[in-house]
């Protein structure tokens, strides 16, 4: 996501949020439901979340970040491991829900879950077919962390948003990259408003390709977004070439876009219909 969004044990070193005044992109929306990738791209690692209603997210592809750190962003909710945060719907999908209800002395839970220790990737084609919430001060997310952030620390592991939304702003995803000298509110993103139409009406297919030295957003076979070296801040260093780990969450309120008020409705939940991995075919 546009910000820090730590793992536990670093969350106190605290980051900056996106600069909401960042480029921003509109162009017609693609169909919900493009075709597969082309024969260049191999599968190499999926989760399709078939399984039993109320079943917790894979422990063999999966593991929950639980707390109520803030993630250095001044989120509101706790993270917890519990099925009525995360866990499979029985119909195909991995639902995330984040809830209004005293936990742990926060006002809200949710969960977020990564692969970190599990799987872990340098380069290739990340994507997830999602069904995003919608309401003032909630916060979903699908991105990738330098797996080396325990050694290195954030930024500089490097830090690649594939999707993140702002539920006021229900027509507008955003991919960035964070990296050393363009993280928090200076990093290097763009947003991207769809017309005739919200994300969270249906599921989209939110995705990135990776490859040496570039980078590129897509929602539904749509390219938006590309970053290469030549478009960082002079004297800053591209840090995107060793593996990174997927994290899914759904956090309530931050510096991103502020808190739930009022109108926002809960519980709010992100569906997720697969997360699948790919490498460029030999």
């Known amino acids: 996501m546009t910000r820090s969004r730590l793992l536990p044990w670093l969350a106190a070193l605290g980051t900056l949020a996106c600069d909401p005044a960042a480029n921003r992109t509109t162009k017609p929306d693609a169909p919900a439901n493009p075709s597969q990738p082309g024969p260049e791209w191999q599968l190499v690692w999926q989760d399709e979340f078939e399984g039993t209603a109320g079943t917790p997210p894979s422990a063999e592809r999966w593991m929950h970040d639980v707390g109520g750190h803030g993630w250095g962003n001044e989120q509101l909710e706790f993270d917890t491991a519990r099925p009525e945060n995360a866990s499979l ?33 340098t380069y290739g084609r990340f994507e997830a077919r999602i069904q995003l919430p919608v309401g003032r001060g909630i916060w979903p997310a ?18 690649i948003d594939i999707m993140e939304y702002r539920g006021q702003l229900p027509a ?20 991207f408003a769809v017309s005739g139409g919200k994300l969270y009406e249906d599921f989209h297919i939110y995705a990135l390709e990776w490859e040496p030295n570039r980078i ?9 977004f590309e970053v290469t ?34 109108s926002t409705v809960f519980p709010q939940q992100m569906k997720v219909d697969y997360v699948r991995v790919y490498s460029r075919a030999p």
Not at 142 to 159: H, K, R, S, T
Not at 172 to 182: A, F, K
Not at 233 to 254: E, K, S
């Open 216 to 224: 590129r957003w897509l929602l539904d076979g749509v390219t938006f």
């Open 142 to 159: 699908f991105w990738l962390l330098g797996a080396n952030i325990g050694e290195v620390g954030w930024p500089e592991c490097g830090e």
């Open 89 to 121: 719907d029985g119909t195909g999908n991995l639902v995330i829900t984040a809830r209004k209800e005293n936990y742990q002395g926060k006002s809200y839970t949710s969960a977020r879950i990564n692969t970190s220790g599990r799987f872990e990737q």
């Open 229 to 262: 070296p030549s478009k960082l801040p002079p004297g800053t260093r591209w840090v995107y070439d060793h593996p990174h780990f997927i994290i899914l969450n759904v956090a309530v309120g931050g510096n991103y876009l502020g808190p739930p008020d009022s």
């Open 172 to 191: 507008i995803t955003r991919g960035s990259l964070h990296g050393p000298g363009y993280s928090g509110g200076g990093n290097i993103g763009s947003d």
